[in-house]
């Protein structure tokens, strides 16, 4: 029967010196992976004597939360003191081929360095013995014209070549010096990987009976510098047929020990729960900051702004098409979009807050997997889901003229998706990347499969309808768009079409709609939505339009501008 000993904190400095003292390399088994963070589980069996035991775990990640630290043993033993430390030349005699290699070629490429040195100070020295000698001829009396000819070309022509080594010297100098540096990092980044510091554990127990036992031992603790993000594959061969969710992981370890053939578990608990009893905090609903609740009741979906920006804006730097169906902006006049800003190169992966479910989930994954501690990121295959989908399309021709195909998913709360990305194939094809929101409040989830190029949109406007007109002291401007959805496929669609009118913050700025033919408007968002259903070959068409009127002493932007960068000279 395995006994289960709560961490005993001491002084660094209370080291036991020891009978029956055992230095104990042993491998990670499991690991339980979190979102920020693992806990990592080492299991050995050992022979302990009768009598106190200090066993030395060496070889673990310095970057282990000592406060996170268990031990299991069975049999008669009892826990007496744990501690740890860090051991700044463990590994320091280790050297693999690759280390070598890049040593010997570095010392090689540093000793043809001093070489050339050496061959441009000879040079150098040369020239200056040239120049003296050619202040001490010219001080002689009585030298011919004929010998002073001769003394200047044979100067130089000396002085040319001399000038020419030491160019052609140095070039070569400053190349190998890009190589050197080349090396050097590259040898720095080769001996801080394979010879960190790491750290030590210190487990001292006490084996009762007056005989020797064979026990076996566990090992459990926390490290930073490693996690998982979720990643998916959204498949679907038509529509009207099940879509395939295969749920993946991009699980990252940068603690310095590389896991090998691991048994994984991924979790989205918290690593460093508490062992004292939680106690609600006072929840409270409000309009405030629930933007995406508008958004959610206006579509039937959730959606923010800032996140698919960035989204949208990393799949145009990574030159990858989104799957993601656009939004207006739904505030009032001179909105202006979130800043999207490129991330900086790293060591290691950038953080994002998302929201997940209280009641933590966990995957246990069926394969063992290695993950070596470079940081970078490694595939896990979770699970799949089959799922029964209705199909519908969504179009927002004022900020895109595609049609985006959407897929409804009912009861997808009990699939423990994590907020992600989602790489999106349609009819075998790659379509782009779309993204998995999990904070709608309905039981249905709507996920982009992207563009259909066979929905036709396009939003034109009407001049005729388009004026400004001052009348007294008010200035009116309205506005007229016919939009046309033409359905070239051999079915017929359900589409969603979205517009907007302006919303006002100001009671001297008055909206007022015309004509929507049959849309239904949101005041609070100043979203237009018509359900529209269109029989193969056919087309449908509606009209807005919407007038703005205001003090006409008074500068007002009634027009809405998108953003864009451009070279500038």
Do not use: C
């Given at each position: 029967m395995k006994k289960l000993f709560l961490l005993l904190l001491l002084s660094p400095l209370c080291m036991w010196g020891g009978e029956n003292e055992q230095r104990i390399e042993a491998d990670i088994k499991s690991a339980i992976v979190y979102l920020n963070?693992?806990?990592?589980?080492?299991?050995?069996?050992?022979?302990?004597?009768?009598?106190?035991?200090?066993?030395?775990?060496?070889?673990i990640s310095s970057y282990m939360i000592?406060?996170?630290?268990?031990?299991?043993?069975?049999?008669?033993?009892?826990?007496?003191?744990?501690?740890?430390?860090?051991?700044?030349?463990?590994?320091?005699?280790?050297?693999?081929?690759?280390?070598?290699?890049?040593?010997?070629?570095?010392?090689?490429?540093?000793?043809q360095y001093g070489i050339l040195g050496g061959q441009i100070d000879a040079f150098t020295k040369e020239k200056q013995l040239l120049d003296a000698n050619q202040r001490m001829s010219g001080t002689e009396?009585?030298?011919?014209?004929?010998?002073?000819?001769?003394?200047?070309?044979?100067?130089?022509?000396?002085?040319?070549?001399?000038?020419?080594?030491?160019?052609k010297l140095q070039r070569r100098q400053n190349r190998m010096s890009e190589t050197i540096n080349r090396l050097s990092a590259q040898l720095n980044r080769e001996t801080s990987n394979q010879n960190p510091p790491m750290a030590e554990i210190t487990v001292l127990v006490n084996v009762t009976g007056g005989v020797k036992l064979v026990s076996d031992i566990t090992l459990r603790y926390v490290v930073s510098n490693a996690g998982w993000a979720p990643s998916y594959d959204l498949v679907a061969e038509d529509v009207g047929k099940p879509i395939d969710l295969k749920y993946r992981a991009k699980v990252f370890n940068r603690t310095d020990v590389a896991w090998k053939d691991v048994k994984l578990r991924l979790s989205?608990?918290?690593?460093?729960?508490?062992?004292?009893?939680?106690?609600?905090?006072?929840?409270?609903?409000?309009?405030?900051n629930n933007d995406y609740l508008y958004k959610q009741q206006a579509y039937g979906y959730y959606s923010a702004p800032a996140q698919q920006q960035s989204l949208e804006s990393q799949s145009l730097r990574n030159n990858m098409p989104s799957a993601q169906a656009p939004i207006p902006n739904a505030g009032a006049y001179d909105a202006e979009a979130d800043e999207v800003t490129t991330?900086?190169?790293?060591?290691?992966?950038?953080?994002?807050?998302?929201?997940?479910?209280?009641?933590s989930a966990e995957f246990d994954i069926k394969s063992a997997?290695?993950?070596?501690?470079?940081?970078?990121?490694?595939?896990?295959?979770?699970?799949?889901?089959?799922?029964?989908?209705?199909?519908?399309?969504?179009?927002?021709?004022?900020?895109?003229?595609?049609?985006?195909?959407?897929?409804?998913?009912?009861?997808?709360?009990?699939?423990?998706?994590?907020?992600g990305p989602a790489n999106v194939y349609f009819g075998g094809t790659y379509v782009g990347?779309?993204?998995?929101?999990?904070r709608s409040t309905n039981d249905t989830l709507d996920l982009s499969f992207g563009r259909d190029q066979k929905l036709l949109v396009t939003r034109n406007k009407l001049k005729e309808m388009n004026s400004e007109k001052p009348s007294g002291t008010t200035k009116k401007e309205s506005y007229s768009y016919e939009i046309t959805v033409k359905n070239t496929r051999k079915a017929s669609v359900s589409v969603e079409l979205i517009d907007q009118i302006p919303v006002s913050q100001d009671a001297e700025i008055v909206v007022e709609t015309q004509t929507m033919t049959g849309g239904v408007l949101d005041p609070a968002?100043?979203?237009?939505?018509?359900?529209?259903t269109i029989p193969p070959g056919e087309s449908v068409k509606v009209v807005l339009s919407y007038s703005v009127k205001y003090p006409k002493n008074k500068t007002l932007n009634t027009r809405n501008y998108k953003r864009a960068s451009r070279a500038k000279w």
């Open positions: 963070g693992a806990e990592v589980m080492h299991s050995k069996q050992i022979t302990l004597q009768p009598g106190r035991n200090e066993l030395r775990f060496v070889g000592p406060k996170s630290i268990q031990f299991t043993a069975s049999g008669s033993v009892s826990l007496l003191a744990i501690s740890n430390r860090i051991d700044y030349l463990y590994g320091q005699i280790k050297s693999d081929a690759r280390v070598r290699q890049l040593s010997d070629s570095l010392d090689q490429m540093n000793d009396k009585g030298i011919s014209a004929a010998e002073l000819k001769l003394s200047a070309d044979f100067y130089r022509s000396r002085i040319t070549e001399i000038n020419t080594e030491i160019i989205t608990g918290d690593p460093m729960k508490s062992a004292v009893a939680p106690q609600p905090e006072r929840w409270v609903l409000n309009f405030q991330p900086g190169r790293t060591t290691g992966p950038e953080f994002e807050e998302i929201q997940i479910s209280e009641l997997y290695d993950i070596p501690a470079d940081g970078q990121p490694y595939i896990v295959d979770v699970t799949s889901y089959n799922l029964n989908a209705s199909f519908q399309y969504r179009a927002v021709p004022k900020l895109d003229r595609d049609a985006f195909l959407m897929a409804r998913i009912t009861g997808w709360e009990e699939l423990d998706l994590v907020e990347q779309s993204y998995i929101y999990t968002t100043g979203l237009i939505t018509w359900k529209l």
